[in-house]
């Protein structure tokens, strides 16, 4: 892929995102709250972060023109030539491993509106984080932006999610629930700026990166599974209650995670945060669409909110592919 990318290309990978989350989330809900035999999370995270390791894997073949014995050496020469950096890369990939599981506990036991709006505080506590550990600067109108479309995404889940709970009737425990999701947004935030630090602050290939990420993350999401489901998948088998719908939460899953790492690479974490809120006004229209969900005013609000944000932020013009220069060290 292109050093440098246009503007048009830094789009499309935002919209690819914005959709692509969109329809995860609306899936994800949907299997997970759905009557009838319930899969374990903890086996699709796993299942997600092998295909992610997959994807990429044939993406690095791609790039070296089919040849298996380039792609081992260049591993070879990253993984066990590099074990520092090896390592350094286990923190956000553990730290995502977390975020996973605690964003299915947050969503199997809280409503979708609490959920949602909990949620949400991901836009401005990855922005302080990337100010904090990046040295990134905005301006106010670019503060007051993060601010808006928090507010925004709150109006829009505030009445399309709770919409959504009474269709699926959720019950759950709210303090396992909360807890896990303030964990999960920390996570979010935490694990995204620490890869773009790693990815922007090296010359080492975002292909490298990913597959040094996703490592540990499916070793860290195969300990999930023997410590929350060791017996569950025993008695039953690993992918139990896996229906065509639950694969693809897996491709969408892994595909958004790839995404996810090229929107990093070309833009930044906080515009990652603008289009995942782009993805959830998409998510509530859909289900209004396809779902029979009823919005009023709010939702509209929301909604504009949202997409005044947008321009407000600025579109992906600035070159966010390297990371500013500090005057104390990094
Ligand atoms: O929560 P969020 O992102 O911060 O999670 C980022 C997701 O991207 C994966 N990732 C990250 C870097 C990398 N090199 N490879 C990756 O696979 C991580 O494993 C993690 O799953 C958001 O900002 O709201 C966003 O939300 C997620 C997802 O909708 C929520 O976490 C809900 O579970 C979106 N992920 C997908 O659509 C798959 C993400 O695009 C945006």
């Keep these: 892929m292109a050093e440098g990318a246009s503007v048009v290309f830094k789009l499309y990978c935002l919209a690819v995102l914005t959709v692509m989350a969109a329809s995860y989330t609306v899936l994800m809900r949907y299997t997970r709250t759905v009557e009838g035999v319930r899969y374990y999370s903890t086996t699709t995270v796993f299942v997600t972060e092998c295909a992610k390791m997959f994807f990429t894997l044939c993406i690095l073949l791609k790039e070296h023109k089919g040849s298996i014995r380039k792609v081992s050496q260049e591993l070879k ?8 950096e090896m390592l350094k890369m286990s923190v956000p990939s553990i730290v995502y491993a977390i975020q996973n599981n605690m964003t299915f506990i947050g969503l199997s036991n809280l409503d979708a509106a609490t959920y949602q709006v909990t949620y949400q505080m991901k836009i401005p506590c ?7 550990m990046l040295g990134r600067s905005l301006s106010s109108m670019q503060w007051i932006a993060v601010f808006v479309l928090t507010g925004g995404v709150i109006l829009v889940q505030g009445i399309g999610g709770e919409a959504v709970s009474h269709t699926t009737g959720t019950e759950g425990n709210y303090v396992v629930g909360l807890t896990a999701l303030t964990i999960a947004v920390f996570c979010s935030g935490f694990a995204g700026v620490y890869f773009e630090k790693l990815l922007k602050g090296s010359d080492t290939s975002l292909w490298v990166r990913n597959v040094q990420m996703y490592s540990w993350g499916m070793l860290s999401a195969f300990l999930g599974v023997v410590m ?3 017996q569950n998948v025993r008695e039953n088998g690993f992918l139990y209650g896996y229906t065509p719908l639950v694969w693809l939460v897996v491709l969408l899953g892994s595909g958004g995670g790839i995404y996810t790492s090229i929107v990093v690479k070309y833009t930044d974490n906080i515009m990652k945060g603008f289009a995942a809120a782009a993805a959830i006004v998409l998510s509530t229209i859909a ?7 009823v919005v009023g005013w709010m939702f509209v ?8 944000a947008i321009f407000l932020y600025g579109l992906p013009k600035t070159n966010t592919e390297k990371l500013p220069v500090r005057k104390s060290g990094t």
Excluded: E, R
């Design 77 to 84: 020469g990253n993984i066990v030539g590099k074990p520092m």
């Design 126 to 132: 990855t922005a302080l984080l990337s100010v904090m």
């Design 228 to 230: 929350h489901d060791y």
């Design 287 to 293: 289900s209004i669409m396809f779902m029979g969900l």
């Design 301 to 308: 609000m929301g909604a504009s909110l949202v997409i005044a």
